[in-house]
């Protein structure tokens, strides 16, 4: 029986494959393969569905957050608030333009920071806050917005796993001052290689960002302030905008997948499910459970309970991921911040349970129902 596997983008394309050839040999054929057209009219649907004026393609989702931060004016001497619980890239960027993360303990089921800490991690210094829509599950925008303009803060909206989710029928990425999107190929919107985009209102930051990923040049051979090389090739848009009409559908689909692991996997006690949030539209990017360790359970020694279950799956044929096992605070690059272990409780917690299955579009019943015999037969199993 064939094994199934945390993702599988080459299904996808073999459901798309004759599209996706056919974009992609049109651009060969132009000669344009930096800008031009394609892009541009990428950045324009890209744009309209997620309801702002203005979108900038770039080369992935960690340049989005250092471009729009960089437009921002955010540099040496700046706080950003945002989560230890997360992809490195989101604290990377806030240190890479001279500022500094500050982060805030997350929620235990829907896994983002927990905006009622909010106001606490709030100091003279602090310039903005940069919500992480993980795993796909939109933060609590209306209270996080309502914080931001009462101290009057900038709001980057991290939306790498979480395209096309919603928080209050608004579209991620169109609610802050800015939206920071990744194209990487695990995205719900994936290119086949690097990508991202920034999103906004202002047409201002939107000008910015554009001569910043130009090597800050508002004209050609003329820079009038440091930038970077960062582009979103013609190949990648070209596929991306042959993906962009079926994303609604996809992220139907994880909704639906997810629905049927939260039927099937409610009643066991080992397990703790993730929640979205009364208010959000989750799109699924991970399945993310919480495996609790049952007292008087045997296991191996040194090994966490989590990691003994994801390699009893993994004998059984059923991918699984990890993300992330050491919050952003306890990383070594971050050890001059002086975070001590326990100081965000619930996100070393978080890191030692957390197990993603798997999560894609086009994982069928017969699949899924394999994930889920396999896992209740680990978690039924006494080892002595």
């Not at 999107?181 to 960002?209: E, H, M, Q």
Request: charged share 20%; aromatic share 8%; hydrophobic share 40%.
């Amino acid at each position: 029986m064939n094994n199934v596997p945390p993702l599988d983008l080459a299904k996808q394309y073999t459901l798309i494959g004759e599209e996706v050839n056919a974009a992609v040999l049109k651009v060969l054929a132009s000669g344009r393969y930096i800008g031009g057209p394609i892009v541009e009219q990428f950045e324009q649907a890209f744009a309209q569905y997620i309801g702002v004026e203005h979108c900038v393609g770039c080369n992935s989702g960690t340049d989005a957050l250092y471009l729009a931060l960089r437009a921002l004016n955010i540099g040496l001497g700046d706080e950003v608030i945002t989560s230890p619980f997360t992809f490195v890239a989101t604290a990377e960027m806030i240190t890479a333009v001279g500022a500094t993360p500050v982060f805030v303990d997350i929620d235990p089921t829907t896994f983002n920071l927990d905006v009622n800490q909010l106001e606490g991690a709030i100091t003279p210094k602090t310039r903005a806050i940069l919500p992480v829509h993980l795993f796909g599950h939109p933060v609590d925008m209306t209270r996080l917005i309502t914080i931001a303009q009462s101290y009057n803060l900038i709001v980057i909206e991290d939306c790498a796993q979480a395209t096309g989710a919603r928080w209050d029928g608004q579209q991620v990425g169109s609610i802050g001052d800015v939206g920071c999107f990744s194209f990487f190929p695990t995205k719900n919107l994936g290119a086949c290689g690097d990508g991202g985009a920034v999103t906004t209102n202002d047409p201002a930051i939107a000008t910015r960002i554009r001569k910043l990923k130009e090597h800050g040049q508002p004209t050609r051979y003329y820079s009038d302030e440091t930038g970077i090389n960062s582009r979103l090739d013609a190949i990648q848009a070209a596929i991306l905008q042959i993906k962009l009409p079926y994303l609604d559908y996809w992220n139907q689909q994880r909704a639906k997948i997810a629905q049927a692991y939260h039927q099937r996997l409610q009643q066991i006690p080992q397990i703790i499910l993730p929640q979205a949030q009364d208010g959000g539209e989750a799109v699924w990017n991970q399945y993310t459970i919480r495996l609790c360790h049952e007292e008087g359970r045997k296991f191996p020694p040194d090994l966490l309970w989590r990691d003994w279950v994801r390699e009893e799956l993994q004998k059984l044929g059923i991918g699984s991921m990890v993300y992330y096992p050491l919050p952003l605070h306890l990383q070594p690059v971050y050890e001059s911040l002086g975070y001590a272990p326990g100081t965000f409780p619930l996100a070393e917690k978080v890191a030692r349970e957390v197990l993603s299955l798997p999560m894609f579009p086009e994982l069928d019943s017969q699949q899924q129902e394999r994930v889920i015999y396999a896992l209740k037969d680990c978690l039924s199993q006494r080892l002595s």
